[in-house]
C-alpha cells in the first residue's frame, strides 16, 4: 500500500522524463531549460522546511523556558517542605500514637 505523505506533493515525473519531452524549449544555449520546474518545486520545499525548522527551534526554545520555569518551582517546594515546620503534622502523629 503506497501512501503518499500528506504535506508533499506527488512528483510529477523524473528529471529524464522531463529531458525526454518534446515540449521543452530547445532554443537554450545548455539545453537545461528542463530543470527549470524541477528546480522551482525544490526551492519551494526548501522554504517550507526552513519554516517548519524555525517553529521547531521556537517550540524547543519555549519547552526550554517552561523546563527551566517548572525546574525553579519544584526546588521552591522542597526547600518549603524543608524550612517549615508542620505543627498540624506533629500533633495528629502524636494523637495517633496515644500521646496527647
Known sequence: M????PLRRPSTGS?????????????????????QPALSELNDEASTLATNISHLTELHNALGTFNESFAGYLYALKMNAFCV????????????????
Request: zero cysteines; proline letters at 2%.
Open 2 to 5: 503506497n501512501r503518499s505523505h
Open 15 to 35: 528529471l529524464s522524463s522531463l529531458a525526454r519531452s518534446t515540449d521543452r524549449n530547445t532554443t537554450s544555449p545548455s539545453g537545461l531549460d528542463f530543470l
Open 85 to 100: 515546620e508542620w505543627d498540624q503534622v506533629r500533633s495528629m502523629s502524636l494523637q495517633e500514637e496515644g500521646l496527647i
